[in-house]
């Protein structure tokens, strides 16, 4: 059965940081393009960031370049994205995502909330 589950959302002040995680079972993270979308109350779901399966190169939308960093650990078949210097508008469901040529896969999401 696949599964992908995120987890690490939360809480945190503008300027701060937090790492999600995103385990996957019934395939393998390496073998597929693995992306962290999100989306935020009253908006269309945007891309974040991309690591592709076959050389692991990333990719990111324009206003997370420098301050979000997507990798993956093959051995724990999960996905990371680390958050810094997180803004009021990084608020949102932040979902993972699977992708291959026969395959879509997608997670529960999980909360991240900037706030003072």
């Known amino acids: 059965q696949v599964q992908l589950v995120e987890s690490g959302g939360g809480l945190v002040q503008p300027g701060g940081s937090l790492r999600l995680s995103c385990a996957a079972s019934g395939f393998t993270v390496s073998r597929y393009a693995m992306s962290w979308y999100r989306q935020a109350p009253g908006k269309e779901r945007e891309l974040v960031a991309t690591?592709?399966?076959?050389?692991?190169?990333?990719n990111y939308a324009d206003s997370m370049k420098g301050r979000f960093t997507i990798s993956r650990d093959n051995a724990k078949n999960t996905v990371y994205l680390q958050m810094n210097n997180l803004q009021l508008e990084d608020t949102a469901v932040y979902y993972c995502?699977?992708?291959?040529?026969?395959?879509?896969?997608w997670g529960q999401g999980t909360q991240v909330t900037v706030s003072s």
């Open positions: 995502n699977g992708r291959s040529s026969w395959y879509n896969y």
């Open positions: 690591i592709t399966g076959i050389d692991g190169g990333t």
